[in-house]
Structures are given as C-alpha cells and as structure tokens.
C-alpha cells in the first residue's frame, strides 16, 4: 500500500457534520466513507478532506463521527488499517470494496458549491477556534479570562446580528 494524500490538518476539530441545507444523514456517512476509500487509502482526516471537496466545500464530517466509524467498518471487515508514518490509514477489503457506491460522492457533489463568504466565514471560526485554545494551552488565568470574555462577546453580537434582520 503506499502512502495516503497529503495529510489535511484542521487542529482535530473537524465541522460538526454541517452542510448547507441540513445535516448529511448519518446512515450516509458510512457508505461516503466507503465510496471515499475507493480512490485510495487514506487516514481519517484525509478520508474528511476528500468528503469536504467533494462536496465543494459546503460539509466535512467531524472527527467524532469518522473514526468511530471507521472502527466499526473494521469489526466488519470492510475496512482494514496499517500504521504509516505514525498514523492509522484505511483501505478496502474486498468486502468492502462490494459495498462502496461510487454514486453516493456523485450525490454529495450534486449540490451548489459553498458561497466564498461562507467558506470566509468557516476558515475565521476554524482561526478563532485555534487561538482560543492556544490561549487556553498556554496564557494565563488572566488572559484566558479575557478571552473568555471576547469570545463570549463575538457570539451575542453574532445572534444580534440575526436579530437585526
């Protein structure tokens, strides 16, 4: 097996399973994993980036709800993994390579890509999300209380602004 893409870093938060117009059913996720293999191994967050370009950029799925399944894809023999360079990559069993549809990634791309300003709007969450635990990691009780209180601020005047339609 050689080595996975390049891997996608994203500070392990992941999206929350979010797209325009809903959430992807959680029975999806499993058969997009599996259609998402079919174009190579790849570790978990490689198996998220793909999902997310495939889906032009409208939905990613959460760490929490990738690697838990891609465990039991391999209770069920469907996937299996190997240790590369320090991570767990995934690939097809025959098993599963019966099971992955080809047309489930052909579904999640059929939809309009993500506005510029949304994906704007996602990639400052993803930087606010970084800072604020860096402050967390390493800032004082005093800093890490005055950045509870911006971010607490930025989120009220987010709602106010919704408000104000």
């Given at each position: 097996?050689?080595?996975?893409?390049?891997?996608?870093?994203?500070?392990?938060?992941?999206?929350?399973?979010?797209?325009?117009?809903?959430?992807?059913?959680?029975?999806?996720?499993r058969?997009?994993?599996?259609a998402?293999?079919?174009?190579?191994?790849?570790?978990?967050?490689e198996?998220?980036?793909?999902?997310?370009?495939?889906?032009?950029?409208?939905?990613?799925?959460?760490?929490?709800?990738?690697?838990p399944?891609?465990?039991?894809?391999?209770?069920?023999?469907?996937?299996?993994?190997?240790?590369y360079?320090?991570?767990?990559?995934?690939?097809?069993?025959?098993?599963?390579?019966?099971?992955?549809?080809?047309?489930?990634?052909?579904?999640?791309a059929?939809?309009?890509?993500?506005?510029?300003?949304h994906?704007?709007?996602?990639?400052?969450?993803?930087r606010?999300?970084?800072?604020?635990?860096?402050?967390?990691?390493?800032?004082?009780?005093?800093?890490?209380e005055?950045?509870?209180?911006?971010?607490?601020?930025?989120?009220?005047?987010?709602?106010?602004?919704?408000?104000?339609?």
């Amino acid at each position: 097996m050689g080595p996975p893409g390049k891997p996608y870093s994203d500070g392990g938060r992941g999206q929350h399973g979010h797209w325009a117009g809903g959430r992807v059913p959680k029975g999806n996720v499993r058969g997009l994993l599996l259609a998402s293999l079919l174009h190579g191994p790849a570790h978990g967050y490689e198996l998220m980036r793909r999902l997310e370009e495939q889906a032009g950029g409208r939905w990613r799925p959460s760490p929490g709800s990738v690697y838990p399944l891609m465990q039991l894809l391999e209770d069920e023999s469907l996937v299996q993994s190997t240790e590369y360079e320090g991570r767990k990559v995934y690939e097809l069993t025959p098993a599963g390579r019966e099971q992955a549809d080809q047309t489930r990634l052909h579904d999640l791309a059929a939809g309009a890509p993500a506005a510029p300003a949304h994906l704007d709007l996602r990639a400052e969450v993803d930087r606010l999300c970084s800072a604020a635990r860096q402050v967390g990691t390493v800032g004082a009780a005093a800093q890490v209380e005055e950045a509870v209180t911006i971010v607490r601020n930025a989120r009220q005047a987010l709602y106010r602004l919704l408000a104000d339609q």
